[in-house]
């Protein structure tokens, strides 16, 4: 691999041509860097290169983070599991919550949301394939989550959903997933009504299969790997 900036830019490229293949263009797609378990000068090197979103899933690791990069140019995302205890740590930090999966998550952050006076921009986390390992919420549940979340919690707005694909050789293997959560997202968005849901964000892709994401609709890929290289999680960050 190149350097940081040599990835995006390759990165940048790959996303470019899987847009064009949806009728789209590279300004229709952000990239967000997953930036878990890099070191604060890593993330300024992408800065350089152009980088502006961020990902991180861990609540304690963004905090630190956020303040040793502290730059107004960054947006975060939240794109982990999140336990309701954490949701302090991330409010008028973090600029979109990729990962509400449960009403009680939601409520938490809309009570979070409604202290610091904002409105908290969230997307619903769907386990499209239905793994055990994965949190997220099933697709049969995920409309009617969406509906409560809306009803009751004027601090949120949904702006969307975020799915992690099932780990595969190829992926061509999951381009089905994509595409379920795609038809799901459409649907959604088709019998909203009311500010408090507007769907625009299809967060899926990440490294090893963000191109297939793009051609079946998604509008935000989460790229670590193909940024920072592996992760090396014994050494820390
Ligand atoms: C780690 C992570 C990514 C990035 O994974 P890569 O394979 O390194 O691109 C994307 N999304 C989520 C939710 C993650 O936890």
């Not at 499209?128 to 509906?147: H, I, N, P, Q, Y």
């Not at 999951?174 to 299809?202: N, P």
Request: include cysteine; charge should be negative.
């Amino acid at each position: 691999m190149g350097s940081i900036a040599e990835n995006i830019m390759q990165v940048r490229e790959r996303i470019a041509r899987a847009a064009e293949k949806s009728g789209r263009t590279a300004e229709d797609i952000v990239l967000v860097a997953v930036s878990k378990t890099r070191a604060p000068a890593e993330i300024a090197e992408a800065i350089a290169a152009g980088a502006r979103d961020f990902g991180e899933n861990k609540a304690q690791e963004f905090e630190s983070k956020y303040e040793a990069v502290k730059d107004p140019r960054v947006n975060w995302h939240f794109i982990g599991h999140l336990q309701r205890n954490k949701v302090k740590y991330l409010i008028g930090k973090v600029g979109l919550l990729h990962s509400v999966d449960s009403l009680r998550l939601a409520e938490e952050i809309d009570r979070r949301a409604g202290e610091a006076g904002i409105i908290m921009d969230v997307l619903v986390q769907v386990n499209a394939a239905s793994e055990e390992s994965k949190f997220g919420v099933s697709s049969a549940d995920t409309r009617e989550l969406v509906r409560e979340v809306s009803q009751r919690c004027g601090n949120i707005r949904i702006a969307g959903l975020m799915n992690i694909a099932p780990a595969a050789d190829d992926p061509e293997e999951v381009r089905d997933v994509f595409r379920s959560v795609k038809m799901l997202f459409d649907e959604i968005a088709r019998d909203a009504s009311g500010e408090r849901i507007d769907m625009k964000w299809l967060s899926m892709g990440m490294t090893h299969d963000y191109e297939v994401a793009i051609e079946e609709g998604a509008n935000i890929v989460r790229v670590g790997t193909g940024i920072f290289g592996e992760r090396n999680y014994a050494a820390g960050a």
